[in-house]
């Protein structure tokens, strides 16, 4: 079946230390999404690729990173410059004028 | 600047009433797609329904519709016979444009309690 995967489900982080999350999708999308929920919040945009070696800032980018070097694949690393990373990721893709297809998220904590 | 926005923090409804929950947006764009999804309390986002700007007929998916008032930029969401397993958040979301630009805008969302 194809799908989006992310991994893993939980993450913890201890200070001062970078961790990445995954994100791989065989949808054969173009384009791919990563956005962060905080709890009763909606979903704010991290990063998004339209192309592979392609990305752009969304709204809240500072102290995340990412890399598209395969189109199947779009990791963000949250660095130790994001104070606040508890939350809940979520990865998405797309083609275009198509609903984005969700992968099941990643809740990040602090230790 | 793009803009969805969902009044309503919270709704109830009885089981097997039909529930409208609200979304209006804003954009200067002519042509632009919106899309509901539903976040049960596991966490995933699971789509619902699509309306194009240029669609003349109201999106209709099984028990959802989503009720698109152009003039007023509004796309509601209709439940229709509510099930407890709707009991989940529901966010309303914008692309535009829906073939060109990649960026999708969500609002805030709305949380769905069915009462038996």
């Known amino acids: 079946d194809g799908g989006i995967t992310q991994s893993p489900k939980y993450l913890f982080r201890k200070e001062g230390q970078n961790v990445t999350l995954s994100c791989e999708q065989n949808l054969n999308h173009d384009a791919m999404y990563w956005y962060r929920q905080d709890p009763g919040q909606g979903l704010r945009l991290i990063y998004y690729?339209?192309?592979?070696?392609?990305?752009q800032k969304g709204d809240i980018a500072e102290g995340y990173s990412v890399s598209r070097e395969k189109k199947e694949s779009f990791p963000l690393t949250v660095t130790s410059a994001q104070k606040n990373p508890t939350a809940f990721y979520l990865c998405?893709?797309?083609?275009?004028?198509?609903?984005?297809?969700f992968g099941d998220g990643t809740r990040l904590s602090i230790l | 600047a793009q803009k969805i926005t969902q009044t309503q923090p919270g709704m109830f409804v009885q089981e097997k009433e039909a529930v409208t929950l609200d979304c209006t947006y804003d954009?200067?764009?002519?042509?632009?797609?919106l899309f509901w999804y539903k976040q049960p309390s596991s966490g995933e986002m699971i789509f619902l329904i699509y309306q194009g700007s240029y669609d003349e007929q109201n999106a209709t998916e099984g028990r959802y519709s989503l009720n698109f008032q152009k003039a007023r930029k509004s796309a509601n969401l209709v439940i229709s016979a509510s099930q407890l397993g709707d009991s989940a958040m529901y966010f309303c979301?914008?692309?535009?444009?829906?073939?060109?630009?990649?960026?999708?805008?969500f609002g805030t969302g709305t949380s769905l309690t069915v009462i038996p």
């Open positions: 954009t200067s764009d002519q042509s632009y797609g």
């Open positions: 998405a893709s797309s083609l275009a004028g198509e609903p984005q297809h």
């Open positions: 690729s339209q192309i592979v070696n392609d990305f």
């Open positions: 979301a914008m692309r535009a444009p829906p073939d060109g630009g990649n960026q999708f805008y």
